[in-house]
């Protein structure tokens, strides 16, 4: 099993944090996430069947280079959890005000 | 003088308005914007001697489609103005959250 890294938060910039949410797939997979108290699945966090693997573990790879998840092995499978506490204190306010704009 | 089109902002997704903001040289144009009273050229607005004015005509167009700012003739050159009111009606706390962060 792959162990990602992931980057300090103090090296994350404002535009890769702003970048990795301004996509509907990744935005999806953050709120299903921020609604969760723990982990998830990569394939139930996006609960993307339609989304190839490729394309979804880039989106991954962005979200965890933007420091906004953290994936682990887990068995035969990895599981992501927001790093809610440490982008609040990176960029204050940014993710709930992002999560509470209307959609669509 | 080209009369430029501007989106109704019922019609920018979140997405958009993101990415619009998700690049350094059009943060940095609507940063200046949010500083100043009024309206200022592309130029002026941009600080951008070292940048195409191909490329910085592009980040307007992705600013204006983002409904973030407005750009109208004046004379011999083209005046920029944030939507501010429109924009924060659309996307409540968004624009302010995101100048608040911190740089770098």
Redesign the interface.
Same mark, same amino acid.
């Given at each position: 099993m792959t162990r990602y890294s992931h980057p300090r938060l103090n090296d994350v910039? %404002?535009?890769?944090a %702003?970048?990795a %949410?301004?996509? /509907?797939c990744r *935005?999806a997979i953050v709120r299903r996430l921020a609604g969760q108290a723990g982990e998830l699945s990569c394939q139930s966090a996006a609960q993307a069947g339609a989304v190839p693997k490729s394309t979804l573990s880039n989106h991954f790879k962005i979200l965890r280079g933007a420091g906004l998840i953290r994936t682990r092995p887990a068995g035969r499978e990895y599981l992501s959890s927001l790093r809610r506490e440490e982008f609040d204190a990176? *960029? /204050? #306010? %940014?993710l709930d005000?992002?999560l509470? $704009? /209307? $959609? #669509?």
């Open positions: 910039s %404002l535009e890769a %702003l970048h %949410l301004a996509d /509907p *935005f990176r *960029f /204050p #306010g %940014l005000t992002v509470r $704009q /209307p $959609q #669509g």
